[in-house]
Each structure stands twice: as C-alpha cells, then as structure tokens.
C-alpha cells in the first residue's frame, strides 16, 4: 500500500524550495502520493528518504523492460486510466508467432521480412518489437535452438512461449542475454516457473483463468521475490479480454491493488482464425491497455495502421512533437542555394522539408526552437517574432555557409518581416508562399 501526501511529507526536507515546479513540499507530497509527480524531482531528498518512499513513488503499474539492444522496450508504467488526464507512457509492444518446429531456413525468410517492416513517420522509426516463439512438440532441444537463433541473429526481443519448465529453462539458458519473458507461469507450474525466473532473472508472465485466479497467482509470485510481472487473464473471448484489460488497469489505478499493478498481454492469434480479423482486434487492445499484443504474422498492410495508431495513442498530448533547432540541408545545398527559416513543429518541419525535396532545389532550412509550436501558434504567443527569429539567424551560423544574404520565411508571418529587417540589416527577408504545396513553384520562380 502507498504512503500517504502526510507520510510523505514528514520525509521530505520541508525547504519550500519550489525547485521540484510546485511552491511548497506538502503540494509536492501531495503530488507524488496521486502519482502526479516523480521522487527524482526533489534535489534535496535524502537517500534514506529516498529508500522508504521507493514505494510511494513508484508508478501504480510496475514498468518491466523485455528485450536488450535496438528493440528493448518498456511495457506498463502507467499511471492513468485516460490519456488527457495526464499521458501514456509505455506503447504496446507487438509480436508475432513463430513455432519452435520451423525449419532453420524459413525461420531466417521470415525473421528478414519481419525486420524490413519499418516506417518512417513524423521523424520516427515505427516498427514491432517482438517475436514470440512457442513451443510445439516439448522438445527442448529444438526449443533452444530457435530460441538462440532468434536471439543472436535478430534484433527482436523474445518471449519464450511453453508450459514445460524443462523446454523453457534449455530456451531461457541460451537466450538469457536477450532478457526474453518466460510465458507463463499457471496455476499447475508457478513454482518451476517461478524458480526458473528467479534464477535468471528474466521477467515471467503469469497466466490464469480468470482476473480472480491471477491475483492468487501474482502474490504467490510476489511472494517469492519476483517483482517483473506481466498478466494474461486467460480470456480469448472479445468481450471478456476487453472487460479484463479495463478491469486490470483500474485495480491498481483506482483500488490500490498491487497484485494486479502488472502490465498485461494478449493473443488476437488465438481469438480469430484471419490476420485482419486479428488486426482489428489487436487495435482495441492498444486503445485499451494492453501492454503487449500476439498477433499470428506480420504483414504490411496489417502492421502498418496499428503503428500508426499506436504513435498516436501514446504520444504525450501535453507536449507537441519536435524536431531539434538547428540547420538542415536539403538536397545538398551549397554557398548559392535558398535559405528558408521555419518552426520546429515537427508536422511543419516534414512538409515543408518534403516539399523543399519534391522541388529538386537544394536548400538550406533552419529550424528554430518555437517550443514545438506551428507558425501562426508560435508567431501568436510571442515565439516566432521578428526579433527572435533576426536573432536566431544570426546566431545559427548560416551566415558561414552561404554567400548570400536572402531569407525566406513563411508567408503567414509575414507581419514579422519588418522587425526582421531591423534586426537583419543587411538581409533581404522574402516572403515566402502561405501554403507549403505552394513551395516547390515559389522556389522554381526564384531560381528562373
């Protein structure tokens, strides 16, 4: 159970310092017992301190991170039911089925197709995270030999899929420093199970019948030292995985229940007998709490809009995407090429440097930091000014690499253009198109 905003407080060093972004330690106490805030905000907690509100501060959801390089990922480390009330932190991971008895040769085809599924999006490498390799047959050998296969020659995470101890500890021995998760621990082998993750100290996933089932389970686990947890209800029906996936998220959330405060996972694999239909219930599940989705494959067509809507689900709606201040060359610009200035809103930033490309004209284009910011917002509150933006410009070092002094900047402030000048004496500020579809034209016009 949490400490209280008072128990808490009695920890804290009462300096009143407003340093952790509220005004006094009690706000702040108060703060971290919701879990609206995190421990590391306060500079002057003590270590002690810091040992007996270890529990207070950790989120509700215990994060677990499955995987090692490139692709280890988070799961869990939640702390809402709903997204604006805060965020989401961790996304979905996804994974894909492949059976222990496959065939080395095939094995390597599809571990090569799954890995070119990857997409470029808003500056960001989409891709899934996970394969899960099950056991077919009970033997061992050909277990680990998959198992090492995988681990050694993807960058896949993995999760070890068998309800044979002995299968999974000849998997977990040659697969442990890809830190896979050992699924799963049922009611007939928690105890092996338990030992195994214990030993190796890989994350193990507990597997029951019911939410009921899987919080004797979780403490009996708990209870045996193990803290990285993930919970499968056992549900494969829609309308009761989904029941269970909200109704797990709100134990811990909303009732304070630890033994349910575990991120979970979900096989659409064994709940349709077609991709698409795995699809469209793989979505609900990313919409609805689940920490890690099985799907039977992964195709394109299919992979494709759940990475999108994962993207969405999980970016924080507090913080607008950015793209880093700073130059960039489009094309390969030189001394002569057009220097553009823009936001470093990162939609803005994609489309005007895709239309700069579709344009064949190489420029220069300086991104100014406008806190995430689109043009008309930033220019509205002050941030994307005619004398800040002058003295971005300067300051950037853009003057060094070209030997003109032109700069075009977007055509809806062109009400800074002015103040620019003032700052810029010895720049020509041109004002540059409205729309950004208008730029490849506006920019041929110039060069002719």
């Not at 597997?207 to 389970?217: F, N």
Request: glycine share 8%.
């Amino acid at each position: 159970m949490g400490l209280t905003g008072i128990q808490i407080f009695k920890l804290l060093p009462k300096t009143n310092c407003g340093e952790c972004g509220v005004p006094t330690c009690l706000a702040f106490a108060m703060n971290l017992a919701s879990g609206k805030a995190e421990l590391e905000a306060c500079p002057y907690v003590s270590d002690e301190a810091k040992e007996q509100l270890a529990e207070a501060s950790a989120p509700p959801i215990r994060p677990v991170a499955i995987g090692a390089g490139e692709r280890v990922f988070k799961t869990g480390g939640e702390t809402v039911m709903f997204r604006h009330e805060k965020t989401f932190y961790n996304p979905t991971g996804l994974a894909a089925v492949v059976k222990s008895d496959i065939d080395a040769g095939a094995l390597d085809e599809k571990l090569k197709s799954w890995n070119a599924l990857q997409y470029e999006r808003v500056g960001l490498n989409l891709k899934p995270e996970l394969v899960a390799l099950k056991d077919a047959n009970g033997d061992g050998s050909s277990f680990a030999a998959a198992a090492k296969k995988i681990a050694e020659e993807s960058e896949f995470g993995l999760i070890l899929m068998s309800d044979n101890p002995e299968a999974m500890k000849a998997g977990a021995e040659v697969s442990a420093f890809k830190k896979p998760l050992l699924y799963a621990a049922t009611a007939d082998n928690a105890e092996d199970m338990g030992n195994l993750a214990r030993e190796t100290g890989l994350p193990l996933a507990v597997k029951g019948d019911s939410v009921e089932t899987l919080i004797a389970l979780s403490d009996k686990l708990t209870g045996m030292g193990l803290k990285d947890l993930v919970l499968d209800p056992g549900s494969r029906e829609i309308k009761q995985v989904f029941e269970d996936q909200v109704a797990i998220r709100r134990a811990p959330l909303k009732a304070g229940n630890r033994s349910l405060g575990f991120p979970t996972i979900a096989f659409p694999c064994e709940m349709a007998d077609n991709l698409d239909m795995e699809t469209v219930i793989a979505s609900m599940l990313i919409a609805k709490y689940t920490g890690i989705v099985v799907m039977s494959d992964f195709k394109g067509e299919n992979l494709f809009p759940l990475l999108l809507q994962r993207l969405n689900i999980f970016t924080d709606p507090q913080r607008p995407m950015t793209v880093t201040q700073g130059i960039y060359e489009i094309g390969a610009p030189d001394e002569n090429s057009p220097v553009l200035v823009t936001t470093n809103f990162s939609l803005t930033y994609f489309i005007v440097s895709g239309e700069i490309e579709g344009s064949r004209i190489p420029c220069w284009l300086l991104i100014m930091d406008t806190e995430g910011l689109s043009v008309m917002t930033a220019w509205a509150a002050g941030k994307f000014s005619g004398d800040v933006v002058g003295m971005f410009v300067k300051k950037c070092g853009i003057a060094d690499k070209v030997a003109h002094k032109n700069i075009i900047i977007p055509g809806y402030s062109a009400s800074i253009s002015g103040e620019m000048e003032e700052e810029l004496p010895d720049w020509k500020i041109i004002i540059g198109p409205r729309d950004a579809s208008l730029i490849p034209k506006f920019l041929k016009d110039m060069a002719n």
